[in-house]
């Protein structure tokens, strides 16, 4: 599967992003899907991840109560709504497909190029 994803930015802080990722070359239902993000100098990190039906999503403390992570199969897309954005959100954010539950960048198996974040404070 092909993953491109957009929607990233310059945004002041408390603003909001809504970040997409379009899925090709496979039916996007049957992959649990993700987002990840990597700070200039730090490791990826996970964000969110989300099962194959939306029934079921997880996120990083740090982002709880601020994003959300949904998908539309029908269209094969993922969403990861940003609101409350702070500078420490500051990264190249990378969705993620990978055929069981994970948290773990390791435990992808596809990966879309970055959007880049930008919060200002």
């Known amino acids: 599967v092909q993953l491109q994803a957009s929607g990233g930015g310059l945004v002041q802080a408390g603003g909001s992003l809504r970040l997409s990722c379009a899925a090709s070359?496979?039916?996007?239902?049957?992959?649990?899907m993700g987002w990840f993000r990597q700070a200039p100098g730090k490791e990826r990190e996970f964000v969110a991840t989300?099962?194959?039906?939306?029934?079921?999503?997880d996120y990083t403390d740090s982002v709880k109560g601020r994003f959300s992570i949904s998908r539309d199969n029908a269209k094969n897309m993922v969403y990861l709504q940003m609101n409350s954005l702070k500078p420490e959100d500051t990264a190249v954010y990378y969705c993620?497909?990978?055929?069981?539950?994970?948290?773990?960048?390791?435990?992808?198996?596809?990966w879309g190029q970055g959007t880049l974040v930008t919060v200002s404070s």
């Open positions: 989300i099962n194959w039906n939306g029934g079921s999503t």
């Open positions: 993620a497909a990978g055929s069981s539950w994970f948290r773990r960048a390791a435990n992808a198996d596809y």
């Open positions: 070359g496979r039916t996007l239902g049957r992959y649990v």
